[in-house]
């Protein structure tokens, strides 16, 4: 298991950026598939981003393909979830979560997910 720390989440206007950082500690992260998840008032949790454990392939969600990035620091045991282009749907409490499995179509389901951060709130006015 990892523990995980999300932070960068706020208040931005539509049209502006936010970037979430992920720290973990464990002494396994590098070996970590990584995960971001959102959870709006109302709706279910749903995925948002997954990277690979040596960073190599990243997955992302068709409604932010071209605004959101993920990416991930081995070295410095961190994961991050640049955002830009922001718009209000985006608003939601975003979650990081590590899967000690291999990459696939489970890096998509909250269920493959062994660890998890108590999540970090992104609003997004209009």
């Known amino acids: 298991q990892v523990q995980l720390v999300e932070s960068g989440g706020g208040l931005v206007q539509a049209g502006g950026s936010l970037r979430l950082s992920c720290a973990a500690s464990?002494?396994?992260?590098?070996?970590?598939?990584m995960g971001w998840f959102r959870q709006a008032p109302g709706k279910e949790r749903e995925f948002v981003a997954a990277?690979?454990?040596?960073?190599?392939?990243?997955t992302y969600a068709d409604s932010v393909k071209g605004r959101f990035t993920i990416a991930r620091d081995n070295a410095k045991t961190t994961v991050y979830l640049q955002m830009n282009s922001l718009k209000p749907e985006d608003t939601a409490v975003y979650y990081c979560?590590?899967?000690?499995?291999?990459?696939?179509?489970?890096?998509?389901?909250?269920?493959?997910?062994?660890?998890w951060g108590q999540g970090t709130q992104v609003t997004v006015s209009s």
């Open positions: 990277i690979s454990s040596g960073g190599g392939l990243t």
């Open positions: 979560a590590a899967d000690r499995a291999g990459w696939g179509t489970r890096s998509k389901r909250p269920d493959s997910y062994d660890s």
């Open positions: 464990g002494r396994i992260f590098s070996a970590y598939t």
